[in-house]
């Protein structure tokens, strides 16, 4: 079974700096992996996600992440942080064999001050 | 993109009544919905997976006669909270997905909150 980690429940960032945010997962077979973001009263919205193939994927709004096997990461960045990026951030997981099993991080909530 | 509706997007009932939410897909067919609550400050918890036409598979622990799940076509699904009590508030958000898509991922609706007095 999958499972994810996102360390941090709270990032606070200043707008302009860097964005950082972890994932760890954990899977016996290969992953797939995603980034979502969720504003408040909302539902999910994709930022990005890792298939198969190049393990640094790009997203909307100028975030990327890079698939790190070794590590068992998946960390969300953006170079630049914007006071419209502050929302809930979820990593998730699901596998090849069943892609309708998709476990969710906890969350980790960006706050981007001015 | 992938659109899925949700709606309402807010409900307020007395205690004892049913509510029922749909959730549709807009511009693909939906082979898998899945349901899903959330607490506040929580992540999401999977509820039930359904598939066009068939049973929904419910997570241990949910109530299947308490959340009724129907999905009858490719693009709706609906979720009946029966006979709703305060505890049963919460944030439902629903996801949609089609099997005909390689690698395709769940595409969410914005989410029902549901608030029982």
């Known amino acids: 079974a999958q499972s994810v980690t996102q360390l941090g429940s709270h990032v606070s960032v200043s707008e302009g700096a860097l964005v950082l945010l972890r994932c760890n997962y954990s899977s016996s077979v290969p992953p797939y992996l995603f980034w979502y973001v969720q504003y408040p009263n909302q539902g999910l919205q994709l930022l990005l996600k890792?298939?198969?193939?190049?393990?640094l994927v790009k997203g909307i709004n100028g975030f990327e992440a890079e698939f790190k096997k070794s590590e068992t990461s998946f960390h969300l960045t953006k170079p630049s942080a914007h006071m419209s990026d502050a929302a809930e951030y979820f990593c998730a997981v699901s596998d090849l064999a069943n892609n309708n099993d998709m476990r969710f991080g906890a969350g980790t909530r960006l706050t981007v001050k001015p | 993109g992938a659109v899925v509706s949700q709606h309402p997007s807010w409900v307020i009932c007395k205690s004892g009544t049913s509510v029922k939410i749909e959730c549709r897909s807009l511009?693909?067919?939906?082979?898998?919905m899945f349901w899903y609550r959330q607490f506040p400050k929580q992540s999401l918890m999977l509820m039930a997976t359904s598939n066009e036409g068939s049973k929904a598979t419910y997570e241990q622990g949910v109530e299947k006669d308490k959340f009724l799940i129907n999905h009858a076509s490719l693009t709706l699904s609906t979720l009946t909270v029966t006979s709703a009590h305060p505890e049963d508030s919460s944030f439902y958000i629903c996801?949609?997905?089609?099997?005909?898509?390689?690698?395709?991922?769940?595409?969410f609706g914005d989410g029902t909150r549901l608030s029982i007095l």
């Open positions: 511009d693909f067919q939906a082979t898998t």
């Open positions: 890792y298939t198969t193939g190049a393990t």
């Open positions: 996801s949609a997905k089609s099997s005909r898509v390689s690698n395709q991922p769940q595409h």
